[in-house]
């Protein structure tokens, strides 16, 4: 039923745009515009039969457990690789990818195949982890902590990467180096707060995160809670409101001596 | 009207009265009068209900929550809320500081916090609710940090043994260790620290509320605004083993009365829970716990009781940035980050001496000046510079005996459950005590975490489950 491969995103409409099909007709966001027929109508229908209630209850279970699903552990991997195998295998298998130390990119293709010979590699360092839109969730980061010795990680666009998972991310505080957290819709300036457990980060990406209130201010406050790191985000004056108009005033009116 | 007749013709005035009354009384009956017996009861409570929850805070409808999300068929139980303040004007949920910490000593009260940070987490799969937007409760996952003097660094370290046991994750720091990490205490007199990594920090108590509110009620849990006056119930005798007459109480109605009204509606019900946090002692004695001979099991009454807090906001300029836990320090005192703009949340628990007067909510400022002032600005020397913005109270539902919670059934007022008496950590055990409430309740035992310890019976038998932090 799901037309090409496509993934199941929870949260912003942004993200998936068609209510064609079952799938479509239950969503725990606020409705949108060019949406509102169709879902007035089952609203209509929910309010007023069990039946129909019951099976948007249940299809909204269906959405949260498919995500569940994508994030399970890979317990026979584990045992029989070791924690480090099951990492890499976790996030090939999610449609991320991995670089070895000393080794080229593994990257799995578009029918979501890649190659195995990674699990020869038990004793070789992670060195960087592309998980760049990937559905990723707090569950999933089991997996991937088990890296110890990952120096850059990408999460940039994953949907369900939010403060808590960030909170999560202190037994890598040795290792980090570079973290691109661009574009995530959940992440906040509070998860962003605990952060601070990265004292060896050189490279922060912190732009176009929507849930961040107050880009501006919140670049300074990072700044200064990683002295040693090079944040990149939002320009300071984009804080500010009044931007153009002040600014065509001040070169109009001229200057006092 | 015949005895009116034969009564005798010296009372002819009564009689006439009499006859009047009879007859306004058969004009009021006919179509058109003013008596009305089948009048419009829409605006009280049903008539009928199993379970009555007295009191609609945060750990009312968690219970609510859980009673529903743990029956065994579809609409099994009919529940009822009953809370007397519909602006939570004075309730202690809206007005707690919101933090979530697993750094207890006592290994229950670790795990109902584990609960309770798991539910958090995952709050949008617990609480979702069809077509209605994802809740967000702004948790700030920035942890607790916890300052022991020489004399509590001992205590400290056991304690955070306990908490790794339970799987929480606490690491202990040294002075050094914690002046490269927040350079800007200062560690005068710190022995010993031990910081929260993960679960721990604070959120938006109001929005978990409404969250709760908002999935109960598409759950079906009906919600009554009014305050419950007298409990109705019936006793019977039974003899222990060893001989003992005991007086077993049963509740048959719950008498719930409308504001500013003297109407009432006698809700009859199986099972009552009192969750009425700082007035649950009242609703106690309502329904006959502590009516007895003192040192009995009936003499013993429920020691919960009001106590006032106060919480400062204040902002400072130069103050801790964004990496700021939650710190409580060796006095007590204790200060948290509110927002990116400098501002912090603070306060101190009082000792027993300088209790306030709970009976309004007024804030004392020189209470801030003398008491929470100094050992904040002592620790942390940026507050010396500091401008109080705001302040308000809340109460506390201060349990006497030994400051932690009651939960579970009472000995011999057989079908009321209580859950109270969290003593200021209410907020952050809220869902695994619903949970645990509603096992009981449906189960007749705890299930998933064994609160055994927290029953009422250890009013009674003088065994203290004693927190060494409260804040």
């Known amino acids: ?257 | 009207a015949h005895d009116g007749k034969t009564v005798g013709r010296l009372g002819e005035g009564n009689q006439n009265g009499k006859l009047s009354e009879i007859k306004k009384k058969i004009q009021s009956v006919l179509p058109g009068g003013a008596w009305n017996p089948l009048y419009n009861t829409s605006h009280l409570p049903p008539e009928h209900s199993d379970v009555v929850i007295v009191g609609g805070g945060v750990i009312g409808l968690s219970v609510a929550y859980w009673l529903k999300r743990l029956e065994k068929r579809r609409g099994a139980i009919r529940v009822l809320v009953v809370e007397r303040d519909h602006t939570y004007s004075r309730a202690s949920t809206v007005l707690s500081v919101g933090g979530i910490r697993q750094q207890f000593s006592v290994p229950e009260n670790i795990q109902l916090s584990l609960f309770s940070i798991e539910f958090l987490r995952n709050i949008n799969e617990y609480l979702a609710v069809v077509d209605d937007p994802p809740l967000d409760i702004q948790f700030n996952p920035a942890g607790y940090l916890l300052l022991a003097s020489e004399k509590g660094a001992a205590v400290m370290e056991s304690n955070v043994k306990v908490q790794r046991q339970e799987g929480a994750k606490v690491c202990l720091m040294s002075p050094e260790q914690l002046r490269n990490k927040f350079p800007w205490i200062n560690t005068e007199g710190v022995a010993l620290a031990s910081y929260g990594m993960e679960h721990e920090g604070w959120f938006d108590p109001w929005c978990l509320l409404q969250g709760l509110r908002r999935k109960v009620q598409s759950m079906g849990v009906l919600f009554c605004h009014g305050e419950v006056t007298r409990f109705v119930s019936s006793s019977s005798h039974a003899v222990t083993t060893s001989g003992e007459e005991v007086t077993l109480k049963r509740i048959h109605e719950v008498h719930v009365k409308r504001d500013h009204s003297l109407e009432y509606q006698p809700v009859e019900c199986a099972i009552v829970i009192n969750a009425a946090g700082a007035w649950s002692g009242q609703i106690a004695e309502l329904a006959g716990v502590g009516k007895g001979p003192p040192g009995t099991l009936q003499g013993t009454r429920l020691p919960v009781e009001l106590r006032k807090r106060y919480v400062y906001f204040w902002h400072c300029p130069q103050g801790p940035g964004l990496e700021t836990p939650f710190v409580i320090d060796a006095s007590g005192a204790y200060f948290r980050r509110e927002g990116l703009g400098n501002n912090y949340l603070g306060g101190c628990s009082p000792t027993e001496e300088e209790e306030p007067d709970p009976g309004n909510l007024e804030v004392d400022h020189d209470f801030f000046q003398n008491k929470v002032w100094p050992p904040l600005a002592q620790r942390v020397p940026a507050f010396e510079t500091l401008k109080v913005r705001n302040a308000w109270a809340g109460y506390y539902d201060y349990n006497t005996f030994d400051q932690n919670g009651v939960v579970g059934p009472h000995p011999l007022v057989v079908n009321m459950y209580f859950a109270t008496g969290f003593s200021g950590h209410g907020l952050q055990q809220a869902p695994a005590v619903g949970r645990a409430v509603a096992e009981m309740v449906l189960d007749g035992h705890f299930q998933t975490i064994n609160l055994s310890p927290f029953l009422f019976n250890r009013f009674y038998l003088g065994v203290k489950v004693q927190e060494h932090n409260i804040i």
């Not at chain 1, 004056?237 to 109009?252: F, H, I, N, V, Y």
């Open chain 1, 1 to 257: 039923m799901a037309a090409s491969g496509a993934r199941l995103h929870l949260v912003t409409p942004v993200w998936n745009r068609s209510t064609r099909g079952i799938r479509g007709l239950s969503r725990a966001v606020g409705p949108e515009g060019s949406q509102k027929k169709g879902r007035s109508l089952l609203q209509f229908l929910a309010d007023r039969f069990y039946d129909v209630q019951a099976l948007r209850e249940y299809l909204l279970r269906k959405q949260v457990l498919t995500v569940h699903q994508k994030n399970r552990p890979f317990t026979y991997i584990q045992e029989r690789f070791g924690p480090h195998v099951a990492g890499v295998y976790f996030i090939l298998k999610q449609g991320g990818a991995v670089k070895f130390q000393g080794k080229e990119w593994i990257r799995s293709n578009a029918r979501g195949h890649f190659p195995l010979d990674f699990v020869t590699f038990q004793a070789v360092p992670v060195e960087a982890v592309d998980a760049s839109g990937c559905a990723i969730n707090y569950q999933g980061l089991d997996s991937l902590l088990a890296l110890k010795e990952l120096q850059s990680l990408w999460l940039q666009r994953c949907p369900h990467v939010d403060d808590w998972c960030l909170s999560r991310l202190h037994p890598l505080a040795n290792s980090l180096q570079e973290l691109s957290l661009a574009g995530c819709p959940r992440i906040s300036e509070r998860g962003l707060a605990c952060l601070h457990h990265l004292q060896n980060l050189r490279r922060l990406d912190i732009s176009d995160l929507p849930a961040v209130s107050n880009p501006g201010l919140t670049q300074i406050l990072v700044e200064e809670m990683l002295p040693s790191c090079e944040v990149l985000g939002a320009d300071w004056a984009q804080g500010l409101k009044s931007g153009p108009e002040e600014q065509s005033r001040d070169t109009a009116s001229p200057i006092p001596a």
